[in-house]
């Protein structure tokens, strides 16, 4: 399973730029060009030290010199210790200040002002203050039940106070015009927009290529307008606005875990209705694994009989499909990942004749034709057996692929004589397994996803076609596939993973998918990731909390601009505020600043805290 326990977690990533110190020296016989020192205030990188070296006899600049003077040193703190090459990989918050060097300049701490999360590709605005009437106001648009539906969330969501008096040259409509009112909801779908905010009470216009793009739109404006409870009224601040947005990554995903412990179909939705707030597109739905089998089959049914936790605890192909168009009209997709050939245990229950032996039950059986019959009647199941089409009719599906002890295959006698007959080590019993299971989901129109484990073992072996889905903390895999040509999706286990509470959001702010690739790859491989919400301890008392507000720094990283989103201390302000927004609209999402994820509120105080 993927839930590494971090026991003592000092995280805390605090960085701020203050200052650029470019300089080049030449030190021992060697040319040192280019060399830049990056500060980081209140920073530290504990038990990375260079031996028992010191500097600071004479200060900042002596320090500079000794550093680029010894193999081995990556940088300094103003304690006078000199620090290993690799401690930018993990700073945390300290009383000392941290100089590092680094090739290029450092960036320009962010000094976004816009009042919006997660921030637009490009916007312009003024200094005007322009007033809406909230008794009059409406859209308008073509003719949509999606739109429409859309338009009367958002005016529930934007006038939840009643208005006072009537106010004097307001805005009363916001127009919204969209190209393509059909396209499927898919990966790579246009989710681009601009959205123009008049300061003369003219009417506000969005358009966009597709209703998705239309939705983004309305959430930006929703953020936009403000209450004043002392006047009662709602206004827009710094108008004339132009916005033009569009995401940096398509594919913005959280993933839940029904297997760990059932979640129902309200509680389910009712995440979902919070993803577009923060511009989440993805639902990654790891439906099943080793501990349960909630999914009713209708192929083969003693899946779910046998292998959910209770009978109550079961999700009906209704039930499904209702959760899936729920999320479509918010312009959220939903792909499904069926975890194999580890991580199936619970299989057995009902279909002992998949599995190695009785007391061996996972990986499943590669010696039989009843595991891929059965994986291709569940597949079709849940594909409709064509591209586009079925229960889950994204063309994205995930096998999994990962956490493969191959133990049980080489001591169960039968397993092992198979694979004697076939000569093949344990190693290709694994492949063997990863492509027939990978051939049945492209039969069925497929893109087929999988855990990073299966480029480890078996690299540019895969079929191009394959999507990398990183996790393992420290690994390479995302930039080793993405510069072998694969499309990745990135999801470091070591910041990108709520189950681990004491990761804070700026760590998850401060991570960047596309960290030592350059642009060129990242444009073209990297597609996305997210934040994966494991279910070992998360249930529906305390989904929501562990999920947010962290979330809302996975869902800025992915969707701003690079340039816009340097350094998680800038985003502080608009971070906090952000955390209200969601409390406000019923979401339960715990203090932004807590040292542990989900915890309550430490003393009495504002929803800032």
């Known amino acids: 399973e993927k839930t590494i326990l971090l026991l003592c977690c000092v995280v805390v990533v605090v960085s701020v730029s ?16 280019d060399v830049y020192w990056w500060v980081y205030n209140s920073s530290d990188c504990s038990n990375d030290d260079v031996g028992f070296s010191k500097c600071m006899q004479t200060g900042i600049d002596e320090c500079k010199k000794v550093c680029l003077a010894t193999k081995g040193c990556g940088g300094f703190n103003t304690d006078g210790y000199l ?15 941290l100089y590092l060097i680094e090739s290029t300049p450092q960036p320009q701490p962010n000094k976004t002002s816009i009042p919006v999360w997660p921030v637009p590709r490009a916007f312009t605005n003024g200094s005007a203050s322009v007033s809406i009437d909230a008794n009059s106001f409406k859209f308008s648009g073509p003719s949509s039940t999606d739109l429409n539906n859309a338009f009367a969330r958002y005016m529930a969501l934007i006038f939840s106070h009643k208005q006072g008096s009537t106010p004097s040259a307001a805005i009363t409509s916001a ?6 009112l059909t396209t499927p909801l898919q990966w790579g779908v246009s989710e681009e927009y601009t959205l123009n905010i008049p300061s003369d009470g003219s009417p506000i216009t969005i358009s966009a290529d ?28 710094g108008a004339p606005w132009k916005i033009d947005d569009a995401p940096r990554f398509s594919h913005r995903e959280v993933l839940i875990d029904s297997s760990r412990h059932f979640l129902p179909v309200q509680v389910v939705q009712d995440l979902i209705s919070t993803f577009p707030y923060s511009k989440i597109n993805t639902v990654h739905w790891h439906l099943v694994d080793e501990q349960s089998f909630p999914f009713m089959s209708p192929t083969y049914p003693k899946l779910a009989k046998y292998g959910a936790w209770t009978s109550g605890e079961r999700y009906t192909v209704n039930d499904v499909a209702d959760v899936i168009e729920y999320a479509r009209q918010r312009g959220v997709r939903v792909y499904v990942e069926i975890d194999t050939p580890g991580h199936a245990g619970c299989w057995c229950n009902g279909h002992p004749e998949i599995c190695p032996s009785p007391t061996c039950t996972m990986p499943l059986n590669p010696a039989t034709e009843d595991t891929f019959n059965l994986l291709s009647g569940l597949f079709k199941d849940l594909t409709g057996g064509a591209r586009g089409q079925g229960l889950f009719y994204d063309n994205m599906m995930h ?33 063997y397994f990863v492509n027939r299971t990978q051939a049945i989901a492209h039969s069925y129109g497929r893109d087929v996803i999988g855990w990073e484990e299966i480029w480890d073992h078996f690299g540019t072996t895969l079929d191009k076609s394959t999507i990398i889905h990183q996790w393992l903390s420290g690994s390479k895999a995302a930039q080793e596939a993405a510069n072998a040509g694969y499309r990745v999706l990135y999801s470091s286990s070591d910041t990108w993973y709520f189950p681990h509470l004491g990761v804070t959001w700026q760590d998850m702010y401060n991570t960047d998918p596309c960290k030592n690739l350059t642009d060129a790859v990242c444009k073209s491989n990297i597609i996305g990731g997210g934040g994966e919400m ?13 999920i947010w507000p962290r979330l809302a720094a996975i869902g800025e990283r992915l969707w701003s601009p690079k340039n816009g989103t340097l350094e998680a201390y800038a985003a502080q302000s608009r971070f906090d505020n952000f955390r209200c927004l969601l409390n406000k609209r019923g979401v339960i999402a715990a203090p932004s600043n807590n040292a542990q994820a989900r915890s309550s509120p430490p003393q009495p105080g504002a929803c800032l805290q």
């Open 399 to 431: 096998l999994g692929g990962d956490e493969v002890n191959t133990k049980c295959w080489t001591e169960t006698p039968s397993v092992a004589k198979w694979m004697q007959e076939h000569n093949f080590t344990a190693d290709q019993t694994y492949e």
């Open 175 to 180: 127009t919204v015009s969209v190209s393509n």
């Open 210 to 237: 597709t209703v998705y793009g239309a939705y983004h739109a309305l959430e930006t404006l929703s953020q936009l307008i403000t209450f004043d409870f002392d006047t009662q009224g709602y206004f827009i601040p």
């Open 83 to 97: 620090k290993k090459t690799d401690c930018s990989q993990h700073i945390a918050s300290s009383s000392t200040d």
């Open 18 to 33: 203050v200052s650029v110190d470019s300089r080049s020296l030449k030190t021992g016989g060697g040319d040192l060009s």
């Open 534 to 546: 494991w279910g070992e301890t998360v249930d529906t008392s305390d989904l929501q909390q562990t």
